[in-house]
């Protein structure tokens, strides 16, 4: 995997751009099921770019009925692009979404 | 000279620890510069036995005035509500506490297990814990909801766990040095001068929770703790930003979450698993807003917030 940010940003975008089928659904409704959700991302190889996208349900537009994006996550650094949570630590465009997006 | 008598009932003694770090008073200012006398304490008492039982009925005879009685620790009920489980002094310790609470002027509980049951009283409770007068929000507890000391004044309820050592001490010395009634208490008895603001009143880490930015990890040097480490400053009536622990830091400063052990539902979700130290969401909005503030207004603010937050806000700060 590429380590500069804006080279992973790219790719991801790609990724993204070229249809790969993540798991959007199901939203994680609990805590429990968002736990799960984490469980799973630990179990991956750091490095594995395309695992922490598909369990993490990425899109690259916001989402839903409230048209829920990045930009609006807590997990979310503006300044940088970059997604905070630990499991996931890649970076993002404020426009995408992902079922892991807390408020 | 105002006589104090402190009692433990189902209790870990935590609260007994933080009145014995007290600075301000500290608990030998009680005594030197406040005219305390301290009839009995479990770390501090003299008497043994026979001689304890025999203090405690002139207490309850009238024969030894006592002005503050303090009781720290739920009382204990079980089993099947004769108390046996926690027997002091030749009898169980509810006795006690009933015959003692008639003739204090003044009781305080100290610590969530005398206020509000706290973790003992939890779900499924098998000791039959309950505070003196409440049982979480439950307004009565042991002593039922109309007790009011010879001063008149409900049980003063100092929660906490532990209680921060200059609340206990300095509700002792109002008390004992004539102003008791000048207390004001809120509707779960607690004195307004202490649990009026909120944990998160002094947070250093309010310019995070102002600019949305999140602690991910114990201990980080930036982000607000409420988002996603469950932290409950925003929803917990406390000074602990105000009035520091050790004169120096607190725990949301330390960069662990208050668990918002002065209120009445502590431990909250009954410390279901997966319930502590994380935020409770519900469709990844939080399950509890912080006081006073709807689930719309939240969403708005984040937006906004986000969006004009400074890139320092993204950075370690030293935060402690």
Same mark, same amino acid.
């Given at each position: 995997?590429?380590?500069?940010? #804006?080279?992973?940003?790219?790719?991801?975008?790609?990724?993204?751009?070229?249809?790969? #089928?993540?798991?959007?659904?199901?939203?994680?409704?609990?805590?429990?099921?968002?736990?799960?959700?984490?469980?799973?991302?630990?179990?991956?190889?750091?490095?594995?770019?395309?695992?922490?996208?598909?369990?993490?349900?990425?899109?690259?537009?916001?989402?839903?009925?409230?048209?829920?994006?990045?930009?609006?996550?807590?997990?979310?650094?503006?300044?940088?692009?970059?997604?905070?949570?630990? #499991?996931?630590?890649?970076?993002?465009?404020? #426009?995408?979404?992902?079922?892991?997006?807390?408020? | 000279?105002?006589?104090?008598?402190?009692?433990?009932?189902?209790?870990?003694?935590?609260?007994? *620890?933080?009145?014995?770090?007290?600075?301000?008073?500290?608990?030998?200012?009680?005594?030197?510069?406040?005219?305390? %006398?301290?009839?009995?304490?479990?770390?501090?008492?003299?008497?043994?036995?026979?001689?304890?039982?025999? *203090?405690?009925?002139?207490?309850?005879?009238?024969?030894?005035?006592?002005?503050?009685?303090?009781?720290?620790?739920?009382?204990? %009920?079980? $089993?099947?509500?004769?108390?046996?489980?926690?027997?002091?002094?030749?009898?169980?310790?509810?006795?006690?506490?009933?015959?003692?609470?008639?003739?204090?002027?003044?009781?305080?509980?100290?610590?969530?297990?005398?206020?509000?049951?706290?973790?003992?009283?939890?779900?499924?409770?098998?000791?039959?814990?309950?505070?003196?007068?409440?049982?979480?929000?439950?307004?009565?507890?042991?002593?039922?909801?109309?007790?009011?000391?010879?001063?008149?004044?409900?049980?003063?309820?100092?929660?906490?766990?532990?209680?921060?050592?200059?609340?206990?001490?300095?509700?002792?010395?109002?008390?004992?040095?004539?102003?008791?009634?000048?207390?004001?208490?809120?509707?779960?008895?607690? $004195?307004?001068?202490?649990?009026?603001?909120?944990?998160?009143?002094?947070?250093?880490?309010?310019?995070?929770?102002?600019?949305?930015?999140?602690?991910?990890?114990?201990?980080?040097?930036?982000?607000?703790?409420?988002?996603?480490?469950?932290?409950?400053?925003? *929803?917990?009536?406390?000074?602990?930003?105000?009035?520091?622990? %050790?004169?120096?830091?607190?725990?949301?400063?330390?960069?662990?979450?208050?668990?918002?052990?002065?209120?009445?539902?502590? $431990?909250?979700?009954?410390?279901?698993?997966?319930?502590?130290?994380?935020?409770?969401?519900?469709?990844?909005? $939080?399950?509890?807003?912080?006081?006073?503030?709807?689930?719309?207004?939240?969403?708005?603010?984040?937006?906004?917030?986000?969006?004009?937050?400074?890139?320092?806000?993204?950075?370690?700060?030293?935060?402690?």
């Amino acid at each position: 995997m590429a380590s500069d940010p #804006e080279d992973i940003l790219k790719t991801i975008a790609a990724m993204l751009e070229a249809g790969l #089928e993540t798991e959007v659904e199901p939203f994680p409704e609990t805590d429990k099921e968002f736990a799960d959700i984490l469980i799973k991302l630990r179990q991956l190889d750091p490095n594995d770019l395309k695992g922490k996208l598909v369990i993490g349900g990425f899109v690259d537009h916001p989402y839903g009925p409230e048209q829920q994006r990045c930009m609006e996550c807590m997990y979310y650094l503006v300044h940088r692009k970059w997604c905070d949570l630990p #499991e996931l630590a890649v970076p993002v465009e404020p #426009e995408w979404w992902c079922r892991l997006w807390r408020i | 000279m105002a006589n104090l008598l402190w009692l433990q009932g189902g209790a870990c003694s935590g609260n007994t *620890m933080s009145f014995l770090n007290a600075e301000e008073p500290s608990a030998c200012d009680l005594v030197t510069d406040f005219g305390i %006398n301290v009839l009995w304490h479990p770390s501090l008492g003299l008497e043994l036995g026979e001689n304890l039982r025999r *203090m405690l009925d002139a207490i309850v005879s009238g024969e030894i005035a006592m002005d503050i009685f303090v009781f720290e620790g739920t009382v204990v %009920n079980a $089993p099947n509500g004769t108390g046996e489980w926690n027997r002091f002094c030749g009898r169980p310790m509810k006795d006690w506490v009933a015959d003692l609470a008639k003739v204090a002027t003044f009781t305080v509980a100290v610590g969530d297990c005398a206020t509000w049951g706290g973790i003992p009283a939890t779900a499924p409770n098998p000791s039959e814990s309950e505070g003196l007068q409440f049982l979480k929000r439950e307004h009565g507890g042991f002593l039922g909801k109309d007790y009011t000391s010879k001063a008149g004044l409900p049980v003063i309820n100092i929660p906490g766990c532990p209680a921060h050592p200059d609340w206990i001490t300095q509700i002792v010395v109002a008390v004992a040095t004539g102003r008791g009634g000048d207390l004001t208490l809120d509707e779960f008895q607690r $004195p307004k001068t202490f649990f009026t603001s909120f944990t998160q009143t002094g947070c250093t880490r309010n310019m995070h929770f102002a600019y949305k930015v999140s602690a991910t990890e114990f201990g980080q040097r930036k982000g607000c703790l409420f988002y996603d480490l469950g932290c409950r400053g925003p *929803m917990t009536h406390s000074p602990c930003n105000r009035i520091l622990w %050790n004169r120096v830091s607190s725990k949301t400063r330390a960069g662990m979450p208050c668990l918002g052990c002065t209120e009445p539902e502590f $431990p909250f979700f009954d410390l279901e698993p997966g319930t502590v130290f994380k935020t409770q969401t519900v469709m990844g909005a $939080p399950k509890d807003m912080p006081t006073g503030v709807d689930k719309a207004g939240y969403i708005k603010l984040t937006a906004a917030a986000k969006a004009a937050s400074p890139a320092w806000a993204e950075e370690d700060l030293f935060v402690v």
